[in-house]
């Protein structure tokens, strides 16, 4: 079975500066990772995912993830935040064997300040 | 309009009471999930389905029920609901190959 650990519940950054969401999984084959941001009062939205291919995957709002198979991570950065930013964010993995299941880290929030 | 869509948005009940939420998804996705959000736990899969004939447990589904009773739709029920059911339900579809859940914004479940 999969797991992910999402070791940080809340990180405080300002405005501008950059930071990094941690996330390490646990499966044993291959999996598919995912970020998915969570804005006040909304369901949640996909953000970025890895399937295959490149290891560094990028969204369309300046984060990046990099999956690193030797130490079973998929960290969330963005080298310059904004207010806008400030959200929670959860990653997930789901097996080889499908899509169908995701199963999410416990979250991250994300919390930028002027 | 959205394309998951939950009723209600909130609702605050008491123990012992029948609790339905409802889902509906504009997307033709054949696959479709309850989730539930507390804090510090993250999000647990309740049920999940992969077609109208195909209903799955998750994790968590002691004490919930689902009925898929159209592609399109796909209902929880808390059958008598308990205080520690309180928390924030999301319904979520899916399919394909993109790996890429579609969320409603969420029901708020309050049980006194």
């Known amino acids: 079975a999969q797991s992910v650990t999402q070791l940080d519940s809340q990180v405080p950054v300002f405005e501008e500066a950059p930071v990094e969401l941690r996330c390490n999984y646990s499966s044993s084959v291959s999996v598919y990772l995912f970020w998915y941001v969570q804005y006040p009062n909304q369901g949640l939205q996909l953000l970025l995912k890895?399937?295959?291919?490149?290891?560094l995957v990028e969204s369309i709002n300046g984060f990046e993830a990099e999956f690193n198979k030797s130490q079973t991570s998929f960290h969330l950065r963005k080298p310059s935040v904004h207010i806008s930013d400030t959200a929670e964010y959860f990653c997930?993995?789901?097996?080889?064997?499908?899509?169908?299941?995701?199963?999410f880290g416990t979250g991250t929030r994300l919390l930028v300040s002027p | 309009d959205a394309d998951v869509t939950q009723t209600p948005r909130n609702r605050i009940t008491k123990t012992g009471k029948r609790i339905m939420l409802e889902c509906s998804q504009t997307?033709?996705?054949?696959?479709m999930y309850w989730y539930r959000q507390d804090p510090g736990l993250g999000l647990r899969l309740i049920y999940y389905s992969f077609d109208v004939k195909d209903i799955n447990k998750g994790e968590i589904s002691d004490g919930y029920s689902v009925s898929r009773q159209a592609q399109a739709k796909f209902s929880l029920s808390l059958e008598s609901a308990i205080p520690n059911q309180t928390a924030l339900y999301f319904c979520?579809?899916?399919?394909?190959?993109?790996?890429?859940?579609?969320f409603g914004e969420g029901s708020r479940l309050t049980v006194l």
């Open positions: 890895y399937l295959s291919g490149s290891t």
């Open positions: 997930a993995v789901s097996g080889d064997t499908g899509f169908q299941k995701l199963v």
């Open positions: 979520a579809s899916g399919q394909g190959d993109a790996g890429e859940l579609f």
């Open positions: 997307k033709g996705h054949d696959r």
